[in-house]
C-alpha cells in the first residue's frame, strides 16, 4: 500500500526479457537506501517485490501480465520513473491510499500552461470512467492527483511545479503513456452498484430478504 507521495526518480539501468517476464534494474538513492530484498516499491505506480539490492541498485522480477498491462514493458535504460517506499506504521498519509495495481494504461492527449500550473488531459478506457468522480483522487504513474474534469473517454488533472519538478509528469507530453490506478473506494462503489442492478445475484436476494435494498 502506498501514499501516492513519490520520494524521488530514480533511473532505468536494464530491462532483460526473459522467458516468463523480465528483469528491471534501476538506480536510486533515497528509496535504494532503505530497501531490502522483498520489500515492495511502488515503480510508476506499480507494486514491484524487491528481488535483489546491490548498493543504490535494485532489482524486480515483472510477469508478462505486468509487461502487458502496464507502460513498464515499454522502458529501456536511461528512462526516469517514479519511486515511492510502501506505507509504515508512522507514514504521514499525504496523499490517498494507492494499492501499486494498476486498472490501465492511459494516454496524454493534452497538456497546456495554466499559469504557473500544467493542465493534463488523459485519455483513457471508457470502463475506467465509470470508477472517476471530480474532485475525487485519481493515481497516475504513482502520483496522488484530484480529477478536474471527467469527459466520455478522458479525464484531467493540473498539477503544482513542485510536482512537475518531482516527478515524470514534468517531461512528459502529448503521446506518453500513463499508468492509471483509480481510487479504491470508487472501484468498491462502482462494483456495489453493479451488483445491486443484478437483482437475481445470491448476495442481492439475501438483502432484499432482510429488508434492504
Known sequence: MFTGLILEMGEIISMKRRSGG???SLKSREVSSDSKVGYSISVNGVCLTVANKDRN????DLSEETLRSTNLGSLKA???VNLEPSLTPDTRI???FVTGHVDAVGKIRTKANEGDM????IEVPSD??????EKGSVA???ISLTVIDILKDSFTVV???HTAKMTTLGFKGHGDTVNIEADILGKYVARFLSRREDKNSKFMRTLMREGYT
Open 94 to 96: 499525504g496523499g490517498h
Open 128 to 133: 475506467i470512467i465509470d470508477f472517476l468522480v
Open 118 to 121: 500544467l493542465k493534463f488531459g
Open 57 to 60: 541498485e535494485l532489482s524486480f
Open 78 to 80: 536511461g528512462d526516469i
Open 140 to 142: 497516475l504513474d504513482g
Open 22 to 24: 523480465a528483469v528491471l
Open 159 to 161: 498539477i503544482i511545479p
